[in-house]
């Protein structure tokens, strides 16, 4: 994997007053993006670089998203726009999350808009020195997303806090790692390795009776993982099917918390094109 000088955007999102700025301001070692209790304090986007560990990161704080039903001004409206049309253009996104608040519908909103845009996603609980027994949450806050979130395997989730710099070089060294898997090339006969076991296993979902399997694998150049599978039936798998090879392939190669695009293909004859 190539290492050396790497380009990396970060957008952080996530509800007001979860700490945003205070965040954007620990990874800068600097104080420019203005920190209070006052809901809804940041009302500009500010965009700024660092390097760590020979990576270029520019990070863009942005103002605090609520629910539309709780927005009374025109301009919160446009803010939001703002920030939903920024979060296209980032490599990573953190999602920031007060711990001592609960994890909300508008979180999950705001997690399935980077996961359609194929985003790495970062789940990033804040402000944990607030929390007395930090074992037992996490290990809670683990499996309650786990049980209740059907895209945890594509989430990064970590626990930090911003304002007393716990943690906060971990993640960037994870948010490194995740970008340069977005590059992973798979070799094409651990793809084919996969089909093999895949297909030993059975246990497949099936379709109209019959057991739905994928018969040949091929990666497609593209700036985040991307697959073309061939399957054995002429239509388009149901989406338990999609879950279940997916679930199948990030065990394979430990492929988690990074975007995965599929295209699943119906041929009878895998070396067709
Ligand atoms: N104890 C603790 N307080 C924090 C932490 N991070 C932020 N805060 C506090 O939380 C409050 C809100 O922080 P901000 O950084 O302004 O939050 P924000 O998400 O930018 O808020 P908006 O700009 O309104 O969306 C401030 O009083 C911060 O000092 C943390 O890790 N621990
Ligand atoms: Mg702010």
Redesign the pocket.
Known sequence: MCMGSNKISLGII????????????TLLGDYI??????????KTIHKKKFIHRNNEFTII????LRRKSKVVVKEELIRNTEVVRLTKNVDVIIL?I?SLENITRQDFRLADLAISKNKVLFFLF?????IDDKKTYKLNLNRYLKNNYSKYRLINIKF?????N?NIKSVLNEIIYKKNLLSVEIKKQNLKKLIIYLNKKANFPKLNKREIKPKYIVQVKNHIPKFKIFLNINKKPPAIFQKYFDNAFRNYFRLEGIPIIYDFKMSNNPYVN
Request: no cysteine.
């Open positions: 996530g509800k007001p007053n979860s700490g945003k700025s205070t965040l954007f301001n993006s203005p920190v209070g209790d006052e809901y809804g304090l940041t704080d942005t103002p605090g920031l007060d804040n402000k944990i020195d607030l930090i806090s911003a304002k007393k716990i």
